[in-house]
Structure formats: structure tokens, C-alpha cells
């Protein structure tokens, strides 16, 4: 039994190519682990609080000395983290937009990337706290950003592993649903990204 943490952002809903792969994802996880427990949160719906001088207050300040006020500024990034603490498995639905993730998705991370609690530094330079998991990215795009002309422009997977491997999530297996936009691609697309995932 695995205990999974469906991360989803994007805002087209069941018809999102990222939530379908994220979805078939996760079916292959359930079969390979029969009984485990999925967690789905829609960061879009739940509209995550962009980052503001009163998180970082809150953030900062230790837990022995929080006010009200900043116990409620912490909250939202307390319970996102012991989402991720309490999860074996995490798979993040990432649709691209304008090259990189939706706003919501770095919202989340805002949240989550948090000095001496997901991540701390020492004399050996940073280290990530948030360890011993698997982290599966589900990737949607219009365009074909895993090769050829486009690969450059691919800002959202290259940052996801790099602030994720930041924080100790360095297992990281990538899936992707791409070519979306191209009429010759679009009809076999989802169905391919699906017979490509392999668990690991």
C-alpha cells in the first residue's frame, strides 16, 4: 500500500491532458499497489495564497512564538508540506503555458520551499529535507518540447526537477502528453504518453 499525493493545476478540468495522464499514472501505481490511498489536491481550485510579507513573517518566526496571525499565515504551507511528509508517492500534473508551469503550480512551491523545514543549509552548503519519496511529473503541452527546435524552451521541467531535487525530491520520473496542438500528433497523443509511463 503507497500513500499518493495527486498534485493538479491546471485549469481546463476533466478534459485536462495533464489530470488524464496524471490519472493513468496513478492507476498503474494502485494496480502495481493494491489498497494505497490517493490524496488529490487542486491547486487551482483551492486557489493557494501567492506568497506575501506576512507568509515570510510567519514563516520566520518559530512555532513556540507564533500569534494567531501568523499561525494563520502559516497554515496553508504547514498542512501543504504535511501533505507531502505524509505521501510515499507524488505525482504533479504540469501543463505548459508560455513555456513554463501555471501560476497556481508556483504558487504551491512558494509554499512549500521553506528554510529549516523543507530544506536547510550548512557548512556542507543546502540540503533537502522532504526525502525518500517518488515523484512522478505529468507534462502537457501543445508543442514538442522533449526534442527537437522546442527543447530550449521547455522552462517547466527542468525547474520542477531542479527546485524539487532542491528540497530533497530527487527521484523524479517524467511523463509527458505533448504535440497537443498539432493535428497530426493530437489524436494519438495521450494514448502514447500513456504506454510510455513505467514505474520505477
Known sequence: MKKILHIISTPKGDSSYSLQLG??????????HPGSIVKEVNLVEKQVPHLQEAHINAF??????RTPENIENARYSDEAIADIMDADI???????????????????I?????GGVTFKYDENGPEGL??????????????????GPMQAYDFATPYLKSI???I?????????VEGLAKSE????????????????
Open 23 to 32: 490519472k493513468a499514472i496513478i492507476d498503474k501505481i494502485t494496480t502495481a
Open 60 to 65: 520566520f518566526t518559530p512555532a513556540e512564538n
Open 90 to 108: 507524488l505525482v504533479i500534473g504540469a501543463p505548459i503555458y508560455n513555456f513554463s508551469i501555471h501560476s497556481s503550480l508556483k504558487t504551491w
Open 110 to 114: 512558494d509554499q512549500i520551499v521553506r
Open 130 to 147: 522532504v526525502k525518500n519519496k517518488k515523484v512522478y511529473l505529468a507534462v502537457a503541452s501543445g508543442g514538442v518540447y522533449s526534442e
Open 164 to 166: 524539487l531535487g532542491f
Open 168 to 176: 530533497g525530491l530527487t527521484d523524479i520520473s517524467v511523463f509527458r
Open 185 to 200: 500528433l493530437k489524436e494519438t497523443a495521450l494514448e502514447k504518453a500513456i504506454s510510455s509511463i513505467i514505474l520505477n
